[in-house]
T-cell receptor
Framework: AQSVAQPEDQVNVAEGNPLTVKCTYS??????LFWYVQYPNRGLQFLLK??????LVKGSYGFEAEFNKSQTSFHLKKPSALVSDSALYFC???????????????FGQGTTLQVKP | KAGVTQTPRYLIKTRGQQVTLSCSPI?????VSWYQQTPGQGLQFLFE???????NKGNFPGRFSGRQFSNSRSEMNVSTLELGDSALYLC??????????????FGEGSRLTVL
């Protein structure tokens, strides 16, 4: 069965410092991995994804994520955090099956990122 | 381009009642998925519709149902509401264009409170 784990409920970082939000996954075959962000009282917004190719993927708002197959991880990173980055971040996985599962993602429990001035 | 629109945004029901939630996807998006978000269970997949056909279903009881219309708009229905159905229900639309796998566009959700 596919699963995603986000080991930290909350990550605190000072503005201007680098941030990392951790994600590990379990899936048979090659994974499709995603990061989404949710601001208070809003829906989720797509940040970035890994399908294949370069292990370092770049996304919206200066975020990037590194795919590590041996460690089954897909950590979200940003070199310099902003107060406005404070939100709830979700890692998600989709099995590399056919297009019939386009809309079905398995989400982690989410990590709250707090960036303090 | 208008985003995903969900109505109503907030609603309060009592146990035993039923509720219908509506979702209008982004123009041109033919796939609509529904998710339930709760503090305890997180985000859980309910079902997905594509071209008026349900092509995926999550692990929810039969009280949860949905449908999609020819214009891609979707509705979900929950019958015989229980307290545990209180949640934020999120709708997401997507295309099947090459290179867009997994890129879901979410609405702001319908927050259901069951008393």
């Amino acid at each position: 069965a596919q699963s995603v784990a986000q080991p930290e409920d909350q990550v605190n970082v000072a503005e201007g410092n680098p941030l990392t939000v951790k994600c590990t996954y379990s899936v048979s075959g090659n994974p499709y991995l995603f990061w989404y962000v949710q601001y208070p009282n809003r829906g989720l917004q797509f940040l970035l994804k890994y399908i294949t190719g370069d292990n370092l993927v770049k996304g919206s708002y200066g975020f990037e994520a590194e795919f590590n197959k041996s460690q089954t991880s897909f950590h979200l990173k940003k070199p310099s955090a902003l107060v406005s980055d404070s939100a709830l971040y979700f890692c998600a996985v989709r099995g590399a099956s056919g297009s019939s599962n386009t809309g079905k993602l398995i989400f982690g429990q989410g990590t709250t990122l707090q960036v303090k001035p | 381009k208008a985003g995903v629109t969900q109505t109503p945004r907030y609603l309060i029901k009592t146990r035993g009642q039923q509720v219908t939630l509506s979702c209008s996807p982004i123009s041109g998006h033919r796939s609509v998925s529904w998710y339930q978000q709760t503090p305890g269970q997180g985000l859980q997949f309910l079902f997905e519709y594509f071209s008026e056909t349900q092509r995926n279903k999550g692990n929810f009881p039969g009280r949860f149902s949905g449908r999609q219309f020819s214009n891609s708009r979707s509705e979900m229905n929950v019958s015989t509401l229980e307290l545990g159905d209180s949640a934020l229900y999120l709708c997401a639309s997507s295309t099947t264009r090459t290179g867009t796998i997994g890129e879901l566009f979410f609405g702001e959700g319908s927050r259901l409170t069951v008393l």
